[in-house]
T-cell receptor, first 114, second 112 residues
Framework: GAVVSQHPSRVICKSGTSVKIECRSLDFQATTMFWYRQFPKQSLMLMATSNEGSKATYEQGVEKDKFLINHASLTLSTLTVTSAHPEDSSFYIC??????????FGSGTRLTVV | GESVGLHLPTLSVQEGDNSIINCAYSNSASDYFIWYKQESGKGPQFIIDIRSNMDKRQGQRVTVLLNKTVKHLSLQIAATQPGDSAVYFCAENNAAGNKLTFGGGTRVLVKP
């Protein structure tokens, strides 16, 4: 089946710095990717829909200037958490919809802001 | 099992017994439903799906039941094994878009 690869799996950064998370589609092209955030013991919450070659669509309450999404190619979407703070510490997960496999998720990135 | 506050409901089950996990969905326009399994520190893993024109679908050791009248979804796991210990989420999608909305999740603990 198709694979969605996410990198890094874990990252620790200092408060006030920015961190970039990559989501790659392997063996398929993804015009659309999705970014989720998951706090401990909670469900996945959709943050934004990443569209290749155009602006991302953000869910209500998600700051687009804080969570920068770039989808410059058909196999790569990046999420940059800018000026990270401890409350941004979370598990970030991307997904895509490779046909005919349906929704496929990356392995997630554990972000810890200290 | 819906989420209550910040605590995932937990289902403890004896190894070899059957497990039933419940989910209430919110959008009557949703027409596609998926169950996912998530192990600690990993992304969700597809288990089984069902479309709204069906009320039951079976996979290997798993069965999904859909009751559109009361907007209820359940996942049955037969002969639960230690490897089934994880958090299980239902997710819904509607024909108007391709966004998935996740339910609150249920933690399944399998006792040996």
């Amino acid at each position: 089946g198709a694979v969605v690869s996410q990198h890094p799996s874990r990252v620790i950064c200092k408060s006030g710095t920015s961190v970039k998370i990559e989501c790659r589609s392997l063996d398929f092209q993804a015009t659309t990717m999705f970014w989720y955030r998951q706090f401990p013991k909670q469900s996945l919450m959709l943050m934004a829909t990443s569209n290749e070659g155009s602006k991302a669509t953000y869910e209500q309450g998600v700051e687009k200037d804080k969570f920068l999404i770039n989808h410059a190619s058909l196999t790569l979407s990046t999420l940059t958490v800018t000026s990270a703070h401890p409350e941004d510490s979370s598990f970030y997960i991307c997904s895509a919809i490779p046909q005919p496999y349906g929704y496929t998720f990356g392995s997630g990135t554990r972000l810890t802001v200290v | 099992g819906e989420s209550v506050g910040l605590h995932l409901p937990t289902l403890s089950v004896q190894e070899g017994d059957n497990s039933i996990i419940n989910c209430a969905y919110s959008n009557s326009a949703s027409d596609y439903f998926i169950w996912y399994k998530q192990e600690s520190g990993k992304g969700p893993q597809f288990i089984i799906d069902i479309r709204s024109n069906m009320d039951k679908r079976q996979g290997q050791r798993v069965t999904v039941l859909l009751n559109k009248t009361v907007k209820h979804l359940s996942l049955q796991i037969a002969a639960t094994q230690p490897g089934d210990s994880a958090v299980y989420f239902c997710a819904e999608n509607n024909a108007a878009g391709n966004k998935l909305t996740f339910g609150g999740g249920t933690r399944v603990l399998v006792k040996p």
